[in-house]
């Protein structure tokens, strides 16, 4: 059964780190999302692309935050640098067009910043 | 902003007992979603019920959807320890083009 795939599962950084996740999605998903969790709250949001292009990222802290997608296929969400309030659970997502149907979430990256 | 709102926070219950997450939300929507979320991992799609429906089945899943109340209802019958997760509504609303998750139910099913 095909699933979204993410690296790192965990990962531990100091504050004013660099630090990047990576997701593949199922294949032939063309909407793939950036979800930010925090322990005991929902998924909230980040951005989503549909194909290399970026729909919505009104949640993504500009500032610090970067995602890309070049080929429509796989992505990247970086961080930099890394604050302590941006520890969480990072998930990404993939599947149709909001409106259509479910999304399909890979495991996700536990993000430790100290 | 989160836009659902599940009720209770926390949930426990025997085996074999049947287990009611309620969701409420603020705007209209095109559908609504619940998903599974076992400690630590990834989110699983449970069921999709749209706006123009009332009630649908999957398995031991029973949801429903009062458009008037602006609230839907999850009941798990026979629950197991396997279901022992984080329950979560979605709303997809009218123009919004993305998923807004409530802050989620946490189901302790209890052997």
């Known amino acids: 059964e095909a699933e979204v795939a993410q690296s790192p599962r965990y990962k531990i950084t100091e504050k004013s780190q660099a630090v990047a996740f990576w997701c593949d999605p199922i294949?032939?998903?063309?909407?793939l999302y950036w979800y930010r969790q925090i322990l005991g709250q929902g998924p909230e949001l980040l951005v989503q692309f549909q194909d290399e292009s970026v729909v919505d990222d009104s949640q993504l802290p500009k500032d610090r935050f970067s995602a890309e997608r070049l080929k429509g296929v796989d992505s990247t969400l970086k961080i930099q640098p890394a604050e302590l309030g941006d520890s969480a659970m990072y998930l990404c997502?993939?599947?149709?067009?909001?409106?259509?149907?479910?999304?399909?979430f890979g495991p996700g990256t536990r993000l430790t910043v100290l | 902003s989160q836009q659902g709102e599940e009720d209770p926070q926390a949930l426990s219950i025997q085996e074999g007992e049947n287990a009611t997450m309620n969701c409420s939300y603020k705007t209209s929507i095109n559908n609504l979603q619940w998903y599974r979320q076992n400690s630590g991992r990834g989110l699983v799609h449970l069921i999709l019920?749209?706006?123009?429906?009332r009630e649908k089945h999957s398995g031991r899943l029973r949801v429903t959807l009062d458009t008037s109340k602006k609230s839907s209802s999850l009941l798990i019958t026979a629950s197991r320890a396997a279901d022992t997760a984080s329950y979560f509504c979605?709303?997809?609303?009218?123009?919004?083009?993305?998923?807004?998750f409530g802050q989620g139910t946490r189901l302790t099913i209890n052997p």
């Open positions: 979605a709303t997809d609303a009218w123009g919004a083009q993305k998923l807004v």
């Open positions: 997502a993939s599947g149709a067009p909001t409106g259509v149907g479910e999304q399909f």
């Open positions: 294949s032939g998903h063309a909407t």
């Open positions: 019920i749209r706006s123009n429906e």
